[in-house]
């Protein structure tokens, strides 16, 4: 098994292997990673069995991204959408809709599930964004 690509976004990390298959973490799941500078996340070297960062003293085995307990655990419409769109900023939606940002990433991740009341809201808040996205 080879790497072929490493990525990340605003909350996980990704990575695509020789073979094509693509899989990802979330980064809250690793703190060295979350808290680490964009430079220090870019230090990675792929090794037989996964990724190490020296500078952070952090490895992630390949096989983790692929394990079916390191996958989404929701169906819930708020986590559908992220991973829909992963382009979305987890933490400036959260800001918009004035949701903790670590309680919109549980609802992504499917640790919590959200109120009807709350997906409304969050739907709500990424439908204003997009209209104003269109005015530009």
């Known amino acids: 098994m080879k790497a072929q690509r490493l990525w990340f976004d605003e909350s996980r990390v990704h990575i695509m292997m020789e073979d094509g298959r693509v899989g990802s973490l979330p980064m809250r799941l690793f703190p060295k990673l979350y808290n680490a500078t964009t430079s ?3 230090d990675y070297r792929f090794t037989n069995f996964g990724i190490r960062w020296e500078d952070i003293d952090e490895d992630l085995s390949y096989e983790g ?3 079916v307990e390191n996958q989404p655990k929701s169906d819930n419409v708020i ?3 992220f991973f829909e769109y992963p382009e979305l900023n987890v933490r400036q939606v959260a ?3 004035k949701i903790n940002p670590t309680l919109l990433q549980q609802y992504i ?3 919590k599930n959200p109120s ?3 997906v409304r809201e969050v739907v709500d808040i990424l439908h204003r964004l997009g209209e104003e996205l269109q005015k530009l």
Do not use: H, P, T, V
Request: charged content about 40%.
């Open 79 to 81: 986590s559908k959408i």
């Open 65 to 67: 991204f692929f394990a």
């Open 116 to 118: 009807e009341a709350r």
């Open 109 to 111: 991740d499917g640790y």
């Open 40 to 42: 220090q996340l870019e």
């Open 95 to 97: 800001k918009r809709s």
